[in-house]
């Protein structure tokens, strides 16, 4: 058993009774090939939420800072998360969620970069556009609607996959695909609030 779906099955057992967390729209996600799961973040716990609820496997970008923390460092590379120099064009960290992709796996993604302090949904970065117009992965909007209260529920809905491939011909830029895809997440919010 890896680590990662040892991990899973730990957390999904302390979170989702604790905090109730519904998975809704899980069919929308492709059984196979590559995935660019996008979702809001509000709190620490959104990516054991999606971890749990997502049918498949994630590889989550992280922030580098937590690659240096003392247990976290060892811990991460167990659980498919790689690090990523936030401010900066990280050609490394872009270059391995391509490759990620390219070998059909589920690239989890948080486009806003960091948490939201006041719950609302925030500006996506361009990082996001980058990876939807660069790979043929399937992109999925995921919204979190919390908050993260004991045994208050906490939802994960997964949208329908967005149509890339009129970004892709006409050449969007980055920025444009990120900010169709906040649409998308924003919408989600809104329908499941």
């Known amino acids: 058993m890896s680590l990662y779906t040892f991990a899973r099955s730990v957390v999904k057992g302390v979170l989702k009774p ?7 729209g899980t069919e929308n996600i492709p059984k196979e090939g590559g995935v660019i ?3 809001n973040h509000i709190d620490n716990l959104d990516p054991p939420a999606v971890g749990i609820t997502c049918p498949r496997p994630i590889s989550f970008m992280a922030k580098e800072e937590l690659f240096h923390a003392p247990i976290l460092k060892n811990i991460l590379p167990g659980l498919q998360a790689f690090p990523v120099k936030r401010g900066m064009g ?21 486009p806003e970069g960091t948490r939201s302090k006041d719950g609302k949904l925030g500006k996506g970065l361009a990082g996001v556009g980058f990876f939807a117009l660069r790979s043929e992965a399937a992109v999925i909007p995921c919204a979190i609607i919390g908050p993260y ?3 208050q529920k906490v939802k994960v809905v997964y949208g329908l996959p967005m149509n890339m491939e009129d ?27």
Not at 94 to 110: D, M, T, Y
């Open 18 to 24: 604790v905090y109730r967390i519904e998975a809704i």
């Open 37 to 39: 799961l996008c979702s």
């Open 90 to 110: 990280d050609r490394e960290a872009l270059r391995r969620g391509i490759a990620l992709l390219k070998q059909g796996n589920v690239l989890g993604l948080f």
């Open 149 to 151: 209260k004991m045994f």
């Open 167 to 193: 970004f892709r011909e006409r050449r969007a830029s980055a920025d444009e695909v990120t900010e169709a895809i906040m649409r998308e997440i924003a919408e989600l919010l809104e329908k499941y609030q």
